[in-house]
C-alpha cells in the first residue's frame, strides 16, 4: 500500500503566503520525480511544478518566480512554497509521484487526495 498525503492548504489574502507538504508513505523502495499539480473549477488539472531525484526542476510559467519546489528524499517528502498568491492560484493541489515499490520491477504513478488553497482578492 502506497499512499501521499497533502497538508498545508488553506485560505488565504492575495500577496500572502502558504507551503504545501506531501508525505509518501508505504512499502516505498524508491521515488524518481515528484510534483504538484492543481484543478480549478471547471478547468482541467494542470502542472505547477516537478522535481526529479537528481535535482531537475520545472515550473508552469504562470508560477516561475512565485513558487518554489523541493523535496526531502531521506523523508519521502516533497514540499512547495507558495508565495504572492493570487485569487488565479486558487485550486485544489495534487501531489504526484513516480515511485517503486518493494519487489517491484516498475516504477507507477501515484496521486494524493488533493489539498485546497484558497486565495481571496
Known amino acids: 500500500q502506497v499512499q501521499l498525503v497533502e497538508s498545508g492548504g488553506g485560505l488565504v489574502q492575495a500577496g500572502g503566503s502558504l507551503r504545501l507538504s506531501c508525505a509518501a508513505s508505504?512499502?516505498?523502495?524508491?521515488?524518481?520525480?515528484m510534483g504538484w499539480y492543481r484543478q480549478a473549477p471547471g478547468k482541467q488539472r494542470e502542472l505547477v511544478a516537478t522535481i526529479t531525484s537528481s535535482g531537475s526542476i520545472n515550473y508552469a510559467d504562470s508560477v516561475k518566480g512565485r513558487f518554489t519546489i523541493s523535496r526531502d528524499s531521506a523523508k519521502k517528502m516533497a514540499y512547495l512554497q507558495m508565495n504572492s498568491l493570487k485569487p488565479e492560484d486558487t485550486a485544489v493541489y495534487y501531489c504526484?509521484?513516480?515511485?517503486?515499490?518493494?519487489?517491484?520491477?516498475?516504477?507507477?504513478?501515484?496521486w494524493g487526495q488533493g489539498t485546497q488553497v484558497t486565495v481571496s482578492s
Open positions: 508505504g512499502i516505498i523502495a524508491s521515488i524518481n520525480a
Open positions: 504526484n509521484a513516480d515511485l517503486r515499490r518493494w519487489f517491484a520491477d516498475d516504477y507507477m504513478n501515484y
